[in-house]
Protein backbone atom coordinates (compact mmCIF):
# COMPACT_ATOMS: atom_id res chain seq x y z
CA UNK A 1 0.00 0.00 0.00
CA UNK A 2 1.84 3.16 -1.02
CA UNK A 3 -1.24 5.90 -0.49
CA UNK A 4 -3.40 6.90 2.21
CA UNK A 5 -6.90 5.25 2.32
CA UNK A 6 -10.17 7.81 4.13
CA UNK A 7 -13.54 6.29 4.14
CA UNK A 8 -15.94 6.69 6.88
CA UNK A 9 -17.24 4.38 9.45
CA UNK A 10 -20.45 4.66 11.72
CA UNK A 11 -20.72 3.09 15.50
CA UNK A 12 -23.94 3.53 17.15
CA UNK A 13 -23.60 6.44 19.70
CA UNK A 14 -24.38 3.89 22.34
CA UNK A 15 -21.65 1.72 21.55
CA UNK A 16 -19.57 4.82 21.14
CA UNK A 17 -20.23 6.07 24.84
CA UNK A 18 -20.01 2.47 26.75
CA UNK A 19 -16.38 2.63 24.53
CA UNK A 20 -15.30 5.60 25.82
CA UNK A 21 -16.43 4.82 29.71
CA UNK A 22 -14.26 1.33 29.36
CA UNK A 23 -11.06 3.63 27.09
CA UNK A 24 -11.24 6.56 30.31
CA UNK A 25 -10.46 3.58 32.80
CA UNK A 26 -7.09 2.45 31.12
CA UNK A 27 -5.56 5.75 30.13
CA UNK A 28 -2.14 6.10 30.70
CA UNK A 29 0.63 8.61 28.93
CA UNK A 30 2.71 6.95 26.36
CA UNK A 31 5.89 7.90 24.44
CA UNK A 32 4.00 9.14 21.43
CA UNK A 33 1.41 11.61 23.25
CA UNK A 34 2.37 15.04 23.80
CA UNK A 35 0.92 17.48 25.74
CA UNK A 36 -2.11 16.73 27.37
CA UNK A 37 -2.89 13.76 25.89
CA UNK A 38 -3.35 9.68 27.31
CA UNK A 39 -3.63 6.57 26.09
CA UNK A 40 -4.32 2.81 26.37
CA UNK A 41 -1.54 1.56 24.48
CA UNK A 42 0.30 0.02 27.19
CA UNK A 43 -2.71 -2.27 28.00
CA UNK A 44 -2.21 -5.49 26.42
CA UNK A 45 -3.49 -5.64 22.62
CA UNK A 46 -4.61 -8.74 22.63
CA UNK A 47 -6.83 -8.54 25.55
CA UNK A 48 -7.86 -5.44 24.36
CA UNK A 49 -8.70 -6.54 21.02
CA UNK A 50 -10.61 -10.09 22.02
CA UNK A 51 -10.87 -9.74 26.15
CA UNK A 52 -13.68 -7.27 25.69
CA UNK A 53 -17.00 -7.37 23.35
CA UNK A 54 -16.90 -3.80 22.49
CA UNK A 55 -13.55 -3.34 21.70
CA UNK A 56 -13.44 -6.48 19.47
CA UNK A 57 -16.88 -5.46 17.81
CA UNK A 58 -15.18 -2.15 17.02
CA UNK A 59 -12.31 -4.14 15.66
CA UNK A 60 -14.13 -6.59 13.42
CA UNK A 61 -15.48 -3.00 11.58
CA UNK A 62 -12.74 -1.54 11.01
CA UNK A 63 -11.33 -4.67 9.23
CA UNK A 64 -14.40 -5.19 7.30
CA UNK A 65 -14.34 -1.76 6.09
CA UNK A 66 -10.67 -1.60 5.51
CA UNK A 67 -10.73 -5.04 3.71
CA UNK A 68 -13.06 -3.92 1.05
CA UNK A 69 -10.63 -1.31 0.20
CA UNK A 70 -7.40 -3.16 -0.19
CA UNK A 71 -6.80 -6.08 -1.70
CA UNK A 72 -5.00 -8.09 1.10
CA UNK A 73 -6.39 -10.22 3.77
CA UNK A 74 -6.08 -8.71 7.42
CA UNK A 75 -5.33 -10.42 10.62
CA UNK A 76 -5.26 -8.12 13.64
CA UNK A 77 -2.01 -7.17 15.51
CA UNK A 78 -2.86 -4.44 18.04
CA UNK A 79 -5.25 -1.94 18.87
CA UNK A 80 -5.27 1.78 21.82
CA UNK A 81 -7.67 4.51 22.14
CA UNK A 82 -5.77 7.93 22.98
CA UNK A 83 -7.34 10.59 24.03
CA UNK A 84 -6.20 14.17 23.30
CA UNK A 85 -7.58 16.98 25.78
CA UNK A 86 -6.90 20.66 25.22
CA UNK A 87 -2.98 21.01 23.90
CA UNK A 88 -2.53 17.12 23.28
CA UNK A 89 -1.42 15.99 20.52
CA UNK A 90 0.65 12.52 19.45
CA UNK A 91 4.12 13.35 17.68
CA UNK A 92 5.57 12.12 14.71
CA UNK A 93 6.59 8.17 14.47
CA UNK A 94 5.49 5.62 12.62
CA UNK A 95 4.32 1.88 13.69
CA UNK A 96 6.89 -0.08 11.03
CA UNK A 97 8.54 -3.27 12.52
CA UNK A 98 11.20 -5.20 10.14
CA UNK A 99 9.85 -8.56 8.21
CA UNK A 100 5.84 -7.18 8.98
CA UNK A 101 3.79 -5.94 6.28
CA UNK A 102 1.15 -3.64 7.81
CA UNK A 103 -1.42 -1.36 7.85
CA UNK A 104 -1.72 1.33 10.47
CA UNK A 105 -4.35 3.63 10.84
CA UNK A 106 -6.89 5.34 12.98
CA UNK A 107 -10.31 5.61 13.60
CA UNK A 108 -11.81 8.99 14.74
CA UNK A 109 -14.86 8.33 17.23
CA UNK A 110 -14.52 11.88 18.23
CA UNK A 111 -13.21 14.77 16.29
CA UNK A 112 -14.57 18.32 17.47
CA UNK A 113 -13.98 21.62 15.37
CA UNK A 114 -10.87 23.14 15.93
CA UNK A 115 -8.96 20.01 17.51
CA UNK A 116 -6.44 19.16 14.74
CA UNK A 117 -6.02 16.93 11.99
CA UNK A 118 -3.72 14.15 10.83
CA UNK A 119 -0.32 15.08 9.09
CA UNK A 120 2.23 12.62 6.97
CA UNK A 121 5.30 13.08 6.81
CA UNK A 122 7.72 12.94 3.45
CA UNK A 123 11.40 13.85 3.13
CA UNK A 124 10.59 16.35 1.62
CA UNK A 125 6.86 17.71 2.91
CA UNK A 126 4.24 17.86 5.21
CA UNK A 127 0.91 16.27 3.86
CA UNK A 128 -2.57 17.39 6.26
CA UNK A 129 -5.10 15.36 5.69
CA UNK A 130 -8.61 16.86 7.14
CA UNK A 131 -10.87 14.24 9.45
CA UNK A 132 -13.70 14.23 11.12
CA UNK A 133 -15.91 12.09 13.61
CA UNK A 134 -16.14 8.43 12.38
CA UNK A 135 -13.51 9.20 9.43
CA UNK A 136 -11.21 5.84 8.96
CA UNK A 137 -7.61 6.45 7.99
CA UNK A 138 -5.34 3.68 7.01
CA UNK A 139 -1.66 3.64 5.50
CA UNK A 140 1.22 1.94 5.21
CA UNK A 141 3.08 1.17 8.74
CA UNK A 142 6.24 2.62 7.46
CA UNK A 143 4.21 6.04 6.87
CA UNK A 144 5.38 8.89 9.37
CA UNK A 145 2.60 10.73 10.74
CA UNK A 146 1.51 12.77 13.49
CA UNK A 147 -1.33 15.15 14.58
CA UNK A 148 -1.86 18.58 15.14
CA UNK A 149 -2.47 20.33 18.75
CA UNK A 150 -5.88 19.73 19.80
CA UNK A 151 -7.26 23.48 20.12
CA UNK A 152 -10.60 23.04 21.10
CA UNK A 153 -12.13 22.49 24.63
CA UNK A 154 -13.54 19.07 23.85
CA UNK A 155 -11.39 15.71 23.53
CA UNK A 156 -10.40 14.36 20.38
CA UNK A 157 -10.82 10.48 20.84
CA UNK A 158 -8.90 8.45 18.63
CA UNK A 159 -8.94 4.20 18.06
CA UNK A 160 -5.03 3.68 16.77
CA UNK A 161 -4.29 -0.19 15.02
CA UNK A 162 -2.18 -1.95 13.01
CA UNK A 163 -3.32 -5.09 11.06
CA UNK A 164 -0.79 -7.83 9.32
CA UNK A 165 -1.63 -7.99 5.88
CA UNK A 166 -1.17 -10.97 3.72
CA UNK A 167 -1.51 -10.47 -0.17
CA UNK A 168 -2.86 -13.17 -2.68
CA UNK A 169 -1.73 -12.66 -6.04
CA UNK A 170 -3.62 -15.12 -8.49
CA UNK A 171 -0.80 -17.47 -10.47
Known amino acids: MNSVGKTTLNINPIYKFLLYQMIKKDLSSHIACDGNSLSTYNIDHKQKMYGNP ?17 NGRLSPHSMWFNVNRKGGRTINHNHYTVGE ?9 SKPENSGNIIFNTLDDKVFVKVNTNDLIFFDSKFYHETEENKSNQERIICGFNFLVSYWYPP
Do not use: M
Open 54 to 70: LYYFVLRKIKKKIEKVV
Open 101 to 109: DKISGAYYL
